[in-house]
């Protein structure tokens, strides 16, 4: 860390992170949950022929 720009751009990626944290942490928290879908279970093919 020579550079002072270093530092710059290390607490700007720091920042860039943060903000996606809680935006996703936002997202998670505020979506709806899934519909509910209740499928019948598949027919049951019997045959005739014994």
Do not use: C, K, Q, W
Not at 16 to 42: Q, S, W
């Amino acid at each position: 860390m020579d550079d002072p720009h270093d530092l710059v751009l290390g607490m700007f990626a720091a920042a860039i992170a943060a903000v996606m944290l809680v935006a996703g942490e936002l997202y998670l928290v505020t979506r709806p949950d899934p519909p509910e879908t209740n499928t019948p279970p598949p027919a049951v093919v019997t045959s005739s022929i014994n």
